[in-house]
C-alpha cells in the first residue's frame, strides 16, 4: 500500500540542521506513527512521503518555508516580568503559553533582564531548512475511530 491521505504510517526517522547536527532520530526508540494527509507533519516532509511504500528510504531537505516557517521578529518581545505572576526564577529556556490577540500561543524564555523578560513565540526551528532521513516502516488503511479522532491510535485504542 502506498502512503497517501488518511494512511497510518510508522515511519523511523532522523533530523539534523543544515550543518548536518543532529536534532532528534527515532532510530534507537520507538518509531513515529501518525495520520497521513490531516497536519500532522511538517508540509514538506509530508508531500515528500507521499506515494512512498513500506521498505522504502529516503533523504528528504525541507526549505523552511515547508518545515516550521520563516522566523518573524515581530513574535520576539519584551515582557513585563509582573506578567509572569508568582513564578520565580525565569531563565532562558523556560517555556509559557502567552495569551495573545491570536490565542494562546507557545513562547520561549530567550533572556531575563532587571524589569521585563524576552520572550519568542517562533517554533524553536523556525527559519531553518531541515534534513530528514527517513525509512517507512508500515502503511496501512486508517481506522474509523482514527480518522474521526485525527490520530493513530496503539493497539487497545486512545482512551476516549
Same mark, same amino acid.
Given at each position: ?23 532528534? +532520530? +527515532? ?59 508568582? &513564578? ?18 507557545? &513562547?520561549? &524564555? ?31 488503511? %486508517? ?8 490520530? &493513530?491510535? %496503539? %493497539? ?5
Amino acid at each position: 500500500m502506498k502512503i497517501t491521505k488518511h494512511a497510518a504510517v510508522t515511519i523511523h526517522y532522523r533530523l539534523s540542521d543544515q550543518q548536518g547536527l543532529l536534532i532528534e +532520530s +527515532s532510530f534507537d526508540g520507538e518509531p513515529m506513527v501518525y495520520l497521513h494527509g490531516t497536519g500532522n507533519l511538517i508540509p514538506g516532509l509530508e508531500a515528500e512521503l507521499e506515494d512512498k511504500m513500506i521498505g522504502d528510504k529516503l533523504e528528504a531537505n525541507i526549505p523552511a518555508e515547508q518545515a516550521y516557517g520563516l522566523y518573524h521578529d515581530g513574535l520576539k518581545q519584551e515582557v513585563p516580568i509582573d506578567a509572569f505572576g508568582d &513564578v520565580e526564577d525565569i531563565v532562558p529556556g523556560m517555556r509559557f503559553i502567552a495569551e495573545t490577540e491570536m490565542g494562546q500561543r507557545p &513562547v520561549q &524564555v530567550m533572556e531575563v533582564k532587571d524589569d521585563v523578560v524576552v520572550v519568542d513565540g517562533n517554533h524553536p526551528l523556525a527559519g531553518q531548512a531541515l534534513n530528514f532521513s527517513i525509512e517507512v516502516l508500515d502503511v496501512r488503511e %486508517a481506522t474509523e475511530e482514527e480518522l474521526a479522532h485525527g490520530h &493513530v491510535h %496503539a %493497539a487497545g485504542g486512545c482512551g476516549h
